[in-house]
């Protein structure tokens, strides 16, 4: 695994996770703790998108799309979740956000009672990231 990629980035993107935790705490929906996040890396200077819709392929022909919470700076992936315990299914899913988009870093970042955060590399030679992440109105 490839642990230098981004690590800048990834470290703000982290430590912004743990300034909106240790505020809010535990208790609030996901959306929320989004909102926060957002907010905390904007004030560090960071570009965000949030709720950027994302092309699946097969073949050449578009079969589907993911919704992916967060791209930071174009270069990483944020994928937030919130409850009572983390999905077993939230790596897999940040694995496949990855997969889809010519991107190659996430962090998944879980606001639960016991705070946990994972940072992922997958190497991917897909295209380019503007052809497959589409900005939504108001975002």
């Known amino acids: 695994m490839e642990t230098a990629r981004h690590a800048t980035l990834t470290q703000s993107v982290i430590g912004a996770f743990f300034q909106v935790y240790n505020r809010l705490g535990f208790g609030f929906l996901e959306a929320h703790y989004a909102a926060a996040l957002e ?20 073949d050449g022909v578009e079969i589907g799309f993911h919704r992916l919470d967060m791209v930071v700076e174009g270069k990483v992936v944020a994928e937030l979740k919130s409850g009572p315990a983390l999905p077993p299914h939230a790596r897999r ?14 962090v998944l970042l879980y606001f639960g009672p016991q705070l946990r955060f ?22």
């Open 93 to 106: 899913q940040l694995y496949s956000y990855l997969r889809a988009t010519s991107l190659e870093v996430g």
């Open 39 to 58: 907010r905390e890396l904007r004030k560090l200077g960071l570009h965000v998108l949030r709720e950027c819709a994302v092309q699946v392929f097969y």
């Open 118 to 139: 994972q940072r992922m590399y997958v190497p991917n030679p897909l295209g380019s990231m503007e052809r497959r992440i589409k900005q939504e109105p108001g975002t």
